[in-house]
């Protein structure tokens, strides 16, 4: 982080207005939630507001032992130094924890969860990409970056830990300070597990361990469809899947989860990823190094051609298995399909 933090730069009130609030809260209720529409009309505060209103819906303070002051001190510094690429900045954090908090409730998993347990969730996607530099692993490598020197492997993931964790030693920033110590320690394992879990050089081995799963406790497996009478999810079952290959789930899920929004608002992730990936691009061809893939913006400027591709290597394979282990009529997986017809229809 390139700023030394102090807890004072957070005291002053904000103005926010009640409608601003009141679209945060909505954006808990829907699939449809427009985490971009929410960044504008609160000025600049989606985070905080989604970070608030999901500590909130979820009765999170007490039982964790969080201050209301800390949580809001913490969030507000994560916007202050997220990062302000266009992708990889604020606004996803805050999209990716109302991704995790639909996996949950709408897959009915609150229950297989503890209050500290949903805490570490929803935290761990709020700071998943926290002070992001923009690049990405095989660029730090080749640019052989400080981060690159400092973490061997997996070093952006490693790296979005390192400063929460720096932010979180700050006294005023300690969402945990309060906590028992078994309750901390607890939490930090959770969320360092689910972060890296997010290192995309991981996505195929994920991928199969789901599909293994899936072999034998699918829907498909277990003639369930298409009615899915009499099928019992096994992400319902703590034998079959542990707390955190769950969390690990729902935070890559949360991810990705652009590609099951409406077409409108996936467009406009996709313009924004797409635009970081060319500024990319363009620092390493002025640094003299490999321009990373999809990342030239001569060569790769067929967008929805890089987003089928994109689909049919990363997303198809993931939500298809995770909607044949949870429910394959569920909405994210039906739009992933939809939307990639579209990328079709464009191309
Ligand atoms: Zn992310």
Known sequence: MAMALSGELFEEPLTISDSARADALACLDT?????LALQEASGGHALLLVGEALFERHKLHEPCHVDRAVLHRFLRALEACYGDHEYHNAMHGADVALGVHHFIVNFGLTARLTKLELLAALVGALVHDFDHPGTNNGHEV????????????????????????KLLAVPDFDLFGAMPADDRELCRKLIVDMVLATDL???????????????????????????????????QA??????????????????????????????????????????????????????????????????????????????????????????????????????????????
Not at 31 to 35: E, I, K, N, R, V
Not at 150 to 156: E, F, K, V, Y
């Open 238 to 347: 703590q034998a079959l899947v542990g707390v955190p290959l769950l969390l690990a789930v729902a935070l890559k899920f949360a991810d990705l989860s652009h590609c099951f929004k409406p077409f409108h608002i996936h467009k406009h992730w996709v313009e924004r990823i797409t635009n970081e990936f060319w500024a990319l691009g363009d620092r390493e061809r002025q640094l003299g190094i490999a321009v990373s893939p999809l990342c030239d913006r001569d060569k790769d400027s067929n967008v929805p051609k890089s987003q089928i591709g994109f689909f049919n290597f990363i997303c198809v394979p993931f939500y298809s298995i995770v909607a044949d282990l949870i429910d394959p009529t569920m909405l994210p997986w039906l739009r992933v399909q939809a939307n990639l017809q579209e990328w079709g229809r464009r191309r």
């Open 31 to 35: 699939w449809d939630y427009d985490t």
């Open 201 to 235: 050089k991981m996505h195929n081995d994920f991928t199969s361990t789901l599909s293994t799963l899936a072999a034998q406790h699918g829907a498909t497996a277990a003639g369930a469809l298409p009615s899915r009478e009499n099928f019992t999810s096994p992400f």
């Open 142 to 165: 080749r640019a052989g970056t400080e981060r690159a020197l400092m973490h061997t492997d997996a070093i952006l993931e490693h790296h979005h830990l390192h400063s929460t964790f």
